[in-house]
């Protein structure tokens, strides 16, 4: 297997301020991660994939401006949600993919986010 | 078509039971396959990566996999109320492409 964390686990915000999430690759080396978003009761929504040293490619729908990923090293990946609003409140996921046979993503803990 | 396509569920089998999961795909050339498990409120966690035709098994756990028939299933042996949990198959194509998962319940 393959250790990815995140932190915070989880975080309380007010509106209009922002919030910046690590996922970090703990035992391996990861040149491409990836960004989720769960909403209650409904399906992983990729948002991003992250790629090091260059900028992340962006779902359809996401707004690149509000969700900043910076992955500046090959075990660090950052996702900054600028200026929060209530509806930003999501699970959010982190996955790195592991160099190797079979292209495999290990996912982070995730990071519960609310913003009032 | 969705490009992953699983049954809903939920699938309820009683404890000891084999729980079978399945799911199809639309993109021939897919080559890696995966399922994971997801419990609620936390993140997904890999079970199973298939990339032959055949069986691969692992424990409890029997991953399947046919190219031809575009079909991918998994097998748990023995289920136990803790393999209770949403079950989402996904492949690889540039991205993880997700199935909507199968909720699996084992009632003791």
């Known amino acids: 297997g393959a250790v990815v964390s995140q932190h915070p686990s989880w975080v309380i915000c007010k509106s209009g301020t922002s919030v910046k999430i690590e996922c970090r690759s703990l035992?391996?080396?990861?040149?491409?991660m990836f960004w989720y978003r769960q909403f209650p009761k409904q399906s992983l929504m990729l948002m991003a994939t992250?790629?090091?040293?260059?900028?992340?490619?962006?779902e359809q729908g996401v707004e690149k401006d509000k969700f900043l990923i910076n992955h500046a090293s090959l075990t660090l990946s950052t996702l900054t949600v600028t200026s929060a609003h209530p509806e930003d409140s999501s699970f959010y996921i982190c996955?790195?993919?592991?160099?190797?046979?079979?292209?495999?993503?290990?996912f982070g803990p995730g990071t519960r986010l609310l913003v009032l | 078509q969705k490009e992953v396509e699983q049954n809903s569920g939920p699938l309820s089998v009683p404890e000891g039971a084999i729980a079978s999961l399945n799911c199809t795909y639309s993109?021939?050339?897919?080559?890696?396959f995966f399922w994971y498990r997801q419990y609620s409120g936390k993140s997904p966690e890999l079970i199973m990566s298939?990339?032959s035709n055949g069986d691969k098994e692992d424990g409890r756990f029997t991953a399947q996999l046919n190219k031809a028939s575009q079909y991918v299933s998994l097998l748990i042996r023995d289920s136990q109320p803790s393999d209770s949990a949403t079950y989402l198959c996904?492949?690889?194509?540039?991205?993880?492409?997700w199935g909507l998962g199968t909720s699996l319940a084992v009632n003791p």
């Open positions: 996955s790195a993919l592991k160099p190797g046979l079979g292209e495999t993503q290990y």
């Open positions: 035992d391996f080396q990861a040149t491409t």
């Open positions: 992250s790629n090091e040293g260059s900028k992340a490619t962006y």
């Open positions: 993109d021939r050339g897919s080559q890696s």
């Open positions: 298939i990339y």
């Open positions: 996904a492949l690889y194509n540039r991205k993880l492409i």
